[in-house]
């Protein structure tokens, strides 16, 4: 078994077996252990009692934190010509039609999502093999198919942004950087609860919650008591 350097037997010293009721005190323990010299990702990992194999129990949707989570995306829009000049004036970095359509299928993808209209989603479907595994195919479902790209493309810049459970009912989602003041993380983290739990699967039955952890990207895992937010 791998030595734990001096820095995680400390962080460990202040997580083990302790299970945090109260949020204000989870967040600042994990800032106390967010010690690298770089900024750390701030991560929430909800274990679900849900099965995504079948339909009613799949989560996937989007959410707009409050302070955002400290990370600047690239944003390409698929549209007409009418469209260009509102998608280019309401932030998009690319914007394009039938010559974005074949840079994609070439492989040059250098953007962090992708925003198309409705028109262009027949043209896309051949790029599925190419979008679908990064996770850049636009949907009706994550708002990513739209006819108000000025709204779209504000609600992405500030924040918005999508999430999932994994196949085994996991969200692990980030909510921040160590960086962020406590009341922002604290807020930041209530939000991503409340979107889990208000887009809960109509199929699950029982208990929604089975465990909550937060963490940062280098740091040890924190466990949050199911009734913190209540």
Do not use: W
Not at 41 to 54: F, G, M, Q, R, S
């Amino acid at each position: 078994m791998r030595k734990l350097s001096r820095r995680q037997q400390e962080n460990r010293k202040k997580t083990d077996r302790t299970i945090y009721s109260d949020s204000i005190e989870a967040i600042k323990i994990l800032r106390e252990t967010a010690t690298t010299k770089f900024t750390e990702t701030v991560e929430l990992h909800a274990n679900l009692n849900i099965d995504p194999k079948y339909a009613d129990q799949q989560l996937r949707t989007t959410v707009t934190l409050p302070h955002g989570v400290g990370k600047s995306i690239r944003i390409a829009v698929l549209t007409n010509d009418s469209n260009f000049t509102e998608a280019t004036e309401n932030g998009a970095d690319i914007v394009g039609s039938n010559e974005l359509i074949e840079q994609i299928s070439q492989g040059n993808i250098n953007f962090d999502l992708l925003i198309a209209t409705p028109d262009m989603m027949p043209k896309l479907a051949k790029l599925g093999r190419v979008l679908g595994p990064k996770g850049l195919m636009p949907s009706p479902k994550s708002g990513t198919v739209s006819t108000t790209l000025s709204t779209t493309l504000s609600e992405f810049k500030k924040g918005k942004f999508e999430y999932k459970a994994d196949k085994t009912g996991i969200v692990h989602v980030s909510f921040g950087k160590s960086n962020f003041t406590e009341n922002q993380l604290v807020e930041n983290l209530t939000a991503l609860y409340q979107s889990i739990e208000q887009n809960r699967p109509p199929g699950v039955k029982g208990k929604y919650f089975k465990s909550l952890f937060i963490c940062t990207s280098m740091g040890p895992s924190i466990q949050l008591d199911l009734n913190t937010f209540d």
